[in-house]
């Protein structure tokens, strides 16, 4: 059996241990199969690129659960034409998985190497329908807005301002929400005409949401 079949079969095998504990649907399951998630981790955390955990990636950060990826993706309740603005590219794996299941996504991180390597992997990948930037995920992408969805992938104290004004009309955000090194909540926020509206989803750990760009990397 060759090496592309293997992981090939552990991909499947990892989406129907998702499909058991019932995270997330059939279009958010397909899209994870689809992504090979080894491709975003370096060569010594690869053997874990199919286990249900998550995993270490450059810069001290972290590539999420894919429990915890199928559940926020799945939260977005994401459409075909629809514009999705994610906070923390990261590895890319959300970024690609985001991409599979909407009209376009942009993606902002405060670190210039994790976008780089992001942008690496997804022309890998023939990913043509993600827009990359490196800066302060906390002031979104504004000359883009309105988005009709937005992703954080790193806990906020709260959702910042600039980011709900971003967010169309009936929008929906979803974040982890609470203080860094504790556990917190993983809302889904829809925009209403009273403001947003949130729900919990679980409880989660995430690293922070933290100003500023990375200038050293």
């Known amino acids: 059996m060759s090496e592309e079949d293997e992981e090939a079969i552990a991909r499947a095998e990892l989406v129907m241990h998702l499909r058991r504990q019932n ?11 689809r992504v090979p998630r080894s491709l975003f981790l370096g060569a010594p955390h690869k053997r874990l690129a199919y286990r249900d955990r998550a995993a270490p990636i450059d810069c001290g950060q972290t590539i999420s ?3 915890i990826v199928a559940m926020m993706t799945d939260a977005l309740a994401l459409q075909p034409h629809m ?5 923390g590219t990261g590895s890319g794996y959300q970024t690609a998985i985001l991409a599979l299941l909407a009209a376009h996504v942009y993606s902002v991180e405060r670190y210039r190497l994790l976008s780089e390597l992001a942008a690496e992997r997804l022309k890998v990948l023939h990913v043509d329908n993600v827009s990359l930037r490196v800066g302060d995920g906390h002031f979104g992408w504004p000359e883009e807005a309105p988005f009709d969805r937005i992703l954080l992938t790193a806990a906020a104290a709260a959702v910042p301002s600039d980011l709900v004004e971003q967010l ?9 929400i609470g203080p860094a090194g504790h556990t917190q909540e993983l809302l889904r926020c829809r925009r209403t005409a009273d403001g947003l509206v949130g729900e919990k989803i679980a409880d989660v750990r995430f690293v922070p949401m933290v100003a500023g760009v990375a200038r050293s990397l």
């Open 23 to 33: 995270v997330a649907g059939r279009a958010t399951l397909a899209a994870l199969e």
């Open 65 to 67: 659960q894919p429990t």
């Open 83 to 87: 514009r999705v603005l994610e906070i």
């Open 168 to 176: 169309a009309d009936d929008g929906i955000l979803v974040a982890p």
